[in-house]
């Protein structure tokens, strides 16, 4: 029989997940992959793998015919099969239940040996386990970090949607330099240079004018040299920017969305991340709050030595996060150190309205409130050595009214990274791409 005739004779009836809940007796046909054979001689134990967890196929010499048994000693890990048999309630099986097989097809056979251990037994390497990724992304650990992934979306835009935000897709080829700058990746588009898109700053600040709240999960370039375990060249972020809001508005909306997260995570896979953290609760609000002068004043009493207008190093940071734990904010940024768009606090133009979520020492997010008057805006344009005729297109719409408005951009793996208790931010992307990696 082919393959063709038997996925026409044969229909996966259940997914793995599903059988421990099934009565005693029920006819089932699963399909997945041969995760782990374990063979005691007279009994077999073949651990069967889909998308939703792995389920104990028993096999007793005597109980099944010699042609079977042959079949299944010829069967390489990772192979894809499919098996036709009953559910019984076994004590020995971790899932309480096992299935007894009537007959198992090969749909496909894996060569041997595997390039990485998928059962987790044998320790691969991370460059091995990138290049590789296809079967990394295989393991059961490294799948729940993309259940989780889709969890995090889906909680985030219902609770945007909830708020009356609208979900928007902006370009990602550019004209020009969305903040100012050099990291940007140039493409040739027909006679002209473009660029890849870094943000949807520009683009999301113009669509307040129109529906007033909006947000853009998408994905993004920055041709940044840094090859950190932070970094990466192509990244998702999340996006708001809400009319006639401030800074302090738009960092309670984002706080809100971070605890609204962990709910709804905790809804739906509580045991899971229990294993992973020891113990899982949304963070308290309101978030610690600290001016970027608090923060200078304190790494200062720390020993840290820092000028007021320097970035603050991941050394300093690590310094921070000891102090405030988890979430927490910093506020009122130099002037010099935030993009053009940024607005300057009236009085005083050399902090501006802005803001960084931290956990720990990782930035998770960063905004403000945006200057919306355009004869602020070219001047500021100006300060920063842009070229105002660059963002001619943008300016246009401050002549014809544009809102007070502000905004944020959230790194969505870094909050991963978080959720997951994972040290580098190739393991919660799929097919990261960094300074050295184009493939796979």
């Known amino acids: 029989m082919s393959i063709l005739e038997l996925m026409e004779t044969w229909r996966k009836t259940h997914k793995n997940s599903e059988v421990a809940h099934l009565p005693d007796g029920s006819h089932v046909v699963l399909m997945g992959w041969l995760h782990e054979i374990r063979d005691l001689g007279n009994i077999k134990f073949l651990l069967l ?10 096999i007793k010499r005597g109980a099944v015919s010699q042609s079977l048994l042959n079949k ?28 007894l097989p009537q007959e198992i097809k090969v749909l496909n056979l894996s060569k041997a040996p595997l390039p990485l251990e998928v059962t987790g037994k044998v320790p691969a390497d991370f460059e091995t386990r990138m290049n590789s990724r296809f079967m990394d992304l295989r393991r059961p650990s490294e799948v729940f970090i993309f259940k989780l992934q889709h969890e995090v979306l889906k909680a985030i835009r219902e609770f945007l949607d909830e708020k009356g935000f609208i979900e928007v897709i902006t370009p990602k080829i550019l004209v020009s330099a ?47 040299e840094s090859n950190t375990p932070y970094h990466l060249n192509e990244f998702v972020s999340v996006d708001i920017e809400v009319a006639f809001m401030d800074y302090k508005d738009v960092m309670k909306i984002l706080e809100e969305c971070i605890v609204h997260v962990y709910q709804h995570l905790r809804d739906k896979y509580y045991e899971e991340l229990k294993r992973i953290h020891g113990d899982f609760k949304e ?100 300060r920063k050595g842009l070229n105002v005729e660059s963002f001619k297109e943008h300016l246009r719409v401050f002549d014809y009214g544009m809102p007070p408005h502000a905004g944020w951009g959230l790194g969505l793996s870094r909050l991963l990274m978080v959720l997951a208790n994972r040290q580098n931010i190739r393991e919660v992307v799929l097919f990261p791409r960094d300074r050295t990696r184009l493939t796979p």
């Open 49 to 58: 793998r889909d998308a939703s967890g792995i389920v104990q196929v028993t």
């Open 72 to 99: 299944v000693s010829r069967i390489t890990r990772e192979s894809v099969i499919a098996v036709k048999g009953v559910v019984k309630r076994s004590e020995r099986s971790k899932l309480g239940v096992e299935v």
């Open 178 to 224: 969305t903040e100012g700058g050099a990291e940007l990746f140039k493409v040739q588009y027909f006679e002209r240079t473009a660029y890849l898109a870094q943000s949807p700053q520009l683009y999301k600040e113009i669509l307040t004018s129109c529906f007033e709240r909006v947000y853009e999960i998408g994905v993004y370039f920055r041709a940044e």
């Open 283 to 382: 963070p308290q609000t309101p978030f610690p709050t600290i001016t970027y002068t608090e923060a200078i004043e304190l790494l200062r009493r720390k020993g840290i030595s820092v000028r007021w207008g320097d970035d603050l190093t991941t050394p300093a940071l690590r310094v921070l996060g000891e102090e405030y734990g988890d979430y927490y904010f910093i506020i009122d940024w130099p002037s010099k150190a935030k993009p053009f768009y940024i607005k300057p606090h009236r009085g005083n133009e050399e902090i501006c309205e802005s803001f960084d979520l931290l956990w720990h020492h990782i930035e998770l997010a960063s905004g403000g409130s945006r200057i919306y008057l355009r004869e602020e805006l070219e001047e500021s344009i100006k």
